[in-house]
């Protein structure tokens, strides 16, 4: 464990010699998911000026976050796979949803625009699955009577690095296909059975602009940074829709938090007729007992502030929480965050 | 005591000061430069040490299945390192098969064909090649080599091969723009400068008398090099040969750009494959546990085929000197 833990160490120094950034006293330290990541980056430029204190956080992925997290390594861990009150209380750590996004299949089809291709689930999993090999297939053709699809394989491209968006990904399948479930399974990182890998939401999206005829899955952010076509889908409910903040937000509606024992809830496949299938929520992971008190302290400072910025998460497309489940955050904070 | 001799004393007493001083920060060089010498080895051993410390487990759990299974399941703990191995011996034998007989044919070209006014140019060029780092060929591949190939290349590859049996299996398509042969290319390109760097260097000392003697008896050029020059510097140009193959085997950015990623393996070239390094730049941050330690044990097994490579090539290229120097 000690060579492990080494490793991590130099790892995330390397990290931080590489972004030329040098952590001060007044810094704050984290490492994570990239699903928001995006989004933490305009948090912290905006927290800076307003307070003068730096985030120095490390877009290395999830699972990376609660390794990094478990080594005390950082102040705060981030991930997209929740952790379950046990494995919490087993690490002494405390979780707490931060913000909550979409997930959008993404295409390359020439002559096909945003929204003007649709996908359910069940197609999607077939895809992945390489069941479903062209784009001219009868599945895909039922599903989009009025647009011209090319008579060319489908290029799956899926992400190479372990990730928080594919094991949301890969939990949706499974809720809507018995088969994906029985054989690719949950995972942020299965054996993928078709398709090539491209490491992070970026690499996917790149990898997507840059491959005809090529189906991906990003964070919305990415797609929309990227301007690529995001294919609509139908949710549980049989309805087709198109990934907007809205949709995203009716699916969170539905979400209840105050039953959800150390925040662990997955959004996957909400009921509701506006709701999109893929949402997902992304989580901070603290030390219930810190051994830097004071940067434990600061970080919470920051995160109470991003609470209250909710408005810059908006203009990313993400979904700020509800002011209720803040409220418990709040709860949790000062009950189980022994900073003093 | 007169003057001159207290003034001899005086100049002796210096002397012996200044010749201690000397010895002095000669003993100290040596202690620094030891040290240094001794510091590389010792880095060396821990390096080795961390990895066999790290792949233990793994080994110890696999065994040798780790070598020959497929499976690489994260879920399950299951690791199988055969994909990764396959994808590094392929890409890199796919890069030597263009690799070699390019670049021996731009090292014949420059030392005995090439106009004395185009030498240097064409010379620079190709050390300039080996001058770009890797990320850069991973960019040109990935947005302009990828595509060119998708578009143009493996639809004609697919189709005129269909009816010739082996190579219709071998260039199998549709084809993926990211596949082991585009990762093949981009290694080629890359490690073609080395491979004729050293080729020009080696033909260069072939003994102008040799030459003479066979052109003076009527051969033609290509009798020259075929039967003069390739036979005396054989064992020099299979030692440039294994450098690039070195670099091959343990390219990572540019690979992991354009090779796809995937841990199928697929007789056809056009599919996409993984290599060791590959695996390990995409897959480190994520792991834990056994999972750590199957990556470490991929990576010494990449340390063990490089190192196995690198020792090769220097005995041939020791054997170069020596009959040189005879």
Not at chain 2, 270 to 285: G, M, R, V
Request: hydrophobic share 50%.
């Amino acid at each position: 464990m000690d060579l492990q833990n080494f490793f991590r160490v130099a790892l995330v120094a390397g990290a931080a010699l590489a972004a030329g950034q040098t952590a001060r006293a007044a810094d704050i330290t984290g490492a994570g998911a990239t699903f928001p990541a995006p989004l933490y980056a305009k948090w912290a430029e905006a927290y800076k000026k307003e307070t003068g204190n730096g985030l120095n956080y490390q877009a290395i992925g999830s699972g990376g976050g609660v390794n990094q997290i478990k080594a005390k390594t950082v102040t705060f861990g981030a991930s997209d796979i929740p952790q379950t009150a046990e494995d919490q209380a087993k690490a002494g750590l405390v979780q707490w949803p931060m913000v909550m996004g979409g997930i959008v299949a993404v295409v390359n089809l020439d002559g096909v625009k945003p929204g003007e291709i649709a996908i359910d689930g069940d197609t999607l999993a077939n895809i992945y699955l390489g069941k479903i090999k062209r784009w001219d297939d009868a599945a895909i053709k039922k599903l989009n009577p009025n647009v011209k699809l090319p008579s060319a394989g489908i290029t799956p491209v899926y992400r190479s690095d372990g990730s928080g968006t594919t094991f949301n990904f890969t939990d949706y399948l499974s809720r809507v296909s018995a088969d994906w479930k029985a054989k690719a399974g949950v995972s942020q990182s299965p054996e993928w059975p078709v398709g090539i890998g491209a490491k992070g939401n970026d690499g996917v999206a790149g990898s997507v602009a840059q491959t005809k005829n090529s189906i991906g899955y990003v964070e919305y952010a990415y797609a929309k940074q990227q301007k690529l076509t995001y294919a609509d889908m139908t949710n549980k409910a049989g309805k087709k829709v198109t990934p907007t903040a809205a949709a995203f937000q009716a699916a969170a509606a539905n979400a209840d938090w105050a039953k959800a024992p150390g925040y662990y809830l997955i959004l996957n496949d909400q009921p509701g007729d506006a709701s999109w299938p893929m949402t997902a929520a992304t989580f901070i992971l603290m030390h219930k007992e810190p051994t830097d008190k004071a940067a434990s302290t600061e970080a919470l400072k920051f995160f109470d502030w991003a609470y209250k910025n909710g408005k810059i998460a908006e203009d990313l497309d993400y979904i700020p929480m509800p002011a209720s489940v803040i409220e418990q955050v709040r709860k949790t904070w000062a009950t189980d965050v022994k900073n003093k | 005591m007169d003057e001159s001799a207290r003034a001899q004393a005086v100049s002796l007493m210096d002397r012996r000061k200044a010749l201690n001083a000397f010895r002095i920060g000669d003993a100290l060089f040596h202690r620094i430069t030891w040290s240094a010498a001794i510091f590389v080895l010792l880095l060396l051993g821990a390096i080795i040490g961390a990895l066999i410390w790290g792949a233990a487990p793994a080994l110890s759990k696999f065994g040798f299945a780790f070598i020959y299974s497929e499976r690489w399941s994260v879920n399950n703990e299951i690791f199988g390192a055969l994909s990764p191995i396959y994808g590094t011996l392929m890409s890199s034998l796919i890069a030597m098969l263009i690799a070699v007989p390019v670049g021996i044919g731009i090292a014949i070209f420059l030392t005995e064909l090439c106009p004395m006014g185009l030498r240097r140019p064409i010379g620079i060029a190709i050390e300039l090649l080996a001058g770009i780092p890797s990320i850069i060929y991973g960019i040109w591949g990935f947005f302009v080599l990828a595509p060119f190939l998708k578009e143009y290349v493996m639809p004609a590859l697919d189709e005129w091969l269909a009816p010739v049996p082996i190579l219709n299996v071998i260039f199998e398509g549709p084809g993926y723009a990211a596949s082991l042969l585009t990762a093949g290319l981009i290694l080629a390109i890359m490690v073609l400068p080395f491979i004729t760097a050293i080729s020009r260097d080696v033909f260069a000392t072939v003994p102008p008398v040799l030459k003479e003697a066979a052109f003076g008896v009527g051969c033609t050029k290509w009798e020259v090099v075929r039967n003069v020059v390739i036979p005396y510097t054989r064992v020099g140009v299979v030692g440039g040969v294994m450098l690039g193959l070195g670099r091959a085997l343990g390219e990572t950015m540019a690979v992991t750009f354009v090779i796809g990623n995937s841990k199928r393996i697929s007789f056809s070239l056009l599919d996409p494959a993984t290599t060791i390094s590959a695996t390990i730049a995409n897959e480190f941050q994520e792991a834990s546990g056994m999972y750590t330690s199957a990556l470490l044990a991929l990576g010494l097994l990449l340390f063990g085929i490089t190192f196995t490579v690198l020792a090769i090539s220097r005995v041939m290229l020791a054997r170069l000197d020596k009959k040189a120097g005879a």
